[in-house]
């Protein structure tokens, strides 16, 4: 009885356990069908999305192919008339051409009426000439050169031409900057809206024409490449703006890799075309472009390239402004520790911080930040810069005449060595001449003169003196001493009636000789200015003075 209780139990636990084994059996396949229903039901859902959004291209497709077939249908209608406009317009401007090179013009003639008879003429190496002849009045040729442009018969041929031009002078390396100029104007007159960054509008140039623009751009492209072998770089900020406006408006992107219009775009993104261009080029992701610009330190030109590429999102121009003007002040202090606090690191340090705080300003308001960046204490430290900076250059050049001063007092004061510098050098042997012409008669005379003031304090620039001392009022020195020395000097050589009218008081009488030859004003009493250098000995002699 117990045994077959035994058998029955574990039967019974056979069973629940086959029972269990069944409800995990149903359970999974109950969870595998609800995943399988729920991927059927999102493919049925996501082919029906499909199907609606391909039904809708459908109908775009078929109102664009009605709208093309319409269009094309007014086109062909109105070929004829715009074929004898054309054609009208072409005679047109032939015989215009023919006309200018029958016609003589002025010298003065009007700056329009020139640019449109050498477009006519199209005569590039005379628009070029002309162009940089009047590069100063460049408002004005701007102003002109559109319009003179639509009356050349071939307007891409006559810019392709002055390229030409432009290279072959290039190779030559002689007039490049004006001619670079000129081309530069010619690029920017055919393609206007080459210079907003926008894609080039209208029918595309005739295969001939755009066969020999991208000639005239590989040329131009071997030159970099042969001037960045030979170490100098790849071109100058404008003439990239100029090649990449080319490349643009012919059409020309496809013919050059990505990696190269990048290289070229970092490489001048200071020139604020070159943002608006970068967005026309199309290559890549502009925004490594502008981690690249911010990773440099060059936070001005990222934040143009974000406001034209539209990632101000991404990259935050305020955050970007506070970065430049921590990373400039930390620069500028830099170069004051490596200078010692000099007078010229100061300089450079202030340039430095000057021209930072005047990017930012003008970044801020071309994209009209004031309400988000405030500029007032950005101004105030301009101001102050700027005081500083004309305070320096002032004390500058007070030292710089100060110097000059006392150069001009030694050479003045300090020749007694080997006659002194300059045109004062012809004194001493004039003042020499006449002071030995009787020194027996004029020794024995004339005693020792009055103390006075010495003519070298008085007036120390026009003369050359050998030694202070000679008419030093603190010592009482004769005139045999300071006449009769081979080396002694004089202001003014004393004239010989003066000598020789001395009467019955000499302390006067070497009074009155002594302040006659000594002050400068008492040469206007001989009748003139002294003429040292055609001076002659005096035709009278007196006869030696009898005791």
Not at 38 to 59: C, N, P, R
Not at 63 to 68: D, F
Not at 118 to 144: H, N, P, Y
Not at 515 to 532: A, F, K, V
């Amino acid at each position: 009885m117990g045994t077959e209780l035994v058998v029955a139990t574990h039967r019974v636990q056979k069973f629940f356990d086959d029972l269990e084994a069944q409800k995990a059996i149903l359970s999974t396949s109950t969870k595998l069908y609800a995943t399988i229903s729920d991927h059927f039901t999102a493919l049925q859902k996501s082919l029906a999305e499909k199907f609606k959004s391909l039904d809708s291209k459908i109908e775009s497709l078929e109102s664009r192919s009605r709208q093309t077939l319409e269009s094309l249908d007014v086109r062909e209608t109105s070929l004829a008339e715009r074929e004898a406009s054309a054609a009208a317009r072409v005679s047109e401007q032939k015989y215009a051409a023919l006309a200018e090179f029958g016609r003589i013009f002025p010298a003065n003639l009007d700056i329009a009426v020139t640019l449109k008879s050498l477009c006519r003429k199209m005569d590039s190496e005379g628009l070029l000439r002309f162009i940089v002849t009047k590069r100063k009045e460049s408002v004005s040729l701007r102003a002109e050169i559109v319009p003179a442009m639509a009356e050349a018969v071939d307007a891409p041929r006559l810019v392709l031409d002055a390229l030409e031009v432009f290279l072959e002078t290039k190779a030559k390396k002689v007039g490049v900057t004006d001619k670079r100029w000129a081309c530069g104007l010619l690029i920017q007159a055919l393609f206007p809206e080459a210079r907003s960054g926008s894609r080039p509008k209208g029918p595309a140039f005739a295969r001939s024409v755009v066969e020999r623009a991208a000639g005239v751009a590989d040329r131009w492209k071997g030159q970099m490449d042969e001037l960045s072998r030979s170490g100098g770089g790849t071109l100058g900020a404008a003439e990239a703006v100029m090649f990449v406006q080319m490349v643009i408006g012919f059409q020309l992107k496809e013919k050059y890799d990505e990696e190269f219009y990048k290289k070229l775009v970092m490489e001048h993104a200071a020139r604020r075309d070159m943002a608006k261009l970068a967005g026309a080029l199309q290559f890549g992701d502009i925004g490594d472009v502008i981690d690249e610009l911010v990773k440099n330190g060059k936070e001005i030109e990222a934040i143009y390239f974000a406001f034209e590429s539209g990632l101000t999102e991404r990259f935050p121009p305020i955050s970007l402004l506070k970065s430049y003007l921590k990373n400039s002040k930390k620069n500028a202090s830099t170069i004051m520790k490596n200078g010692n606090n000099s007078v010229a690191a100061s300089e450079e340090s202030s340039t430095l911080e000057l021209n930072s705080i005047r990017a930012v300003i003008k970044c801020v308001e071309d994209h009209k930040l004031e309400s988000e960046f405030t500029l007032d204490s950005l101004r105030k430290r301009v101001t102050a810069l700027e005081r500083a900076k004309a305070d320096r250059k002032k004390n500058s050049a007070a030292a710089s005449s100060k110097s000059n001063n006392k150069r001009s007092y030694g050479s003045g004061g300090g020749g007694g060595g080997r006659g002194g510098v300059g045109s004062s050098s012809s004194r001493p042997a004039k003042a020499a001449k006449y002071s030995n012409a009787h020194p027996s008669s004029f020794n024995r005379r004339i005693p020792n003169p009055p103390p006075q003031h010495s003519p070298v304090t008085r007036y120390p620039g026009p003369y050359n003196y050998p030694s202070p001392t000679v008419y030093d009022g603190a010592t009482s020195v004769s005139y045999g001493t300071s006449y009769g020395v081979a080396r002694a000097q004089s202001p003014v050589a004393l004239p010989q009636q003066h000598i020789y009218s001395l009467s019955g008081d000499s302390s006067m009488a070497a009074s009155s000789v002594f302040r006659s030859g000594g002050s400068y004003g008492g040469q206007t009493s001989y009748g003139g200015p002294y003429d040292y250098a055609n001076a002659t000995p005096p035709s009278y002699q007196p006869p030696p003075y009898q005791q």
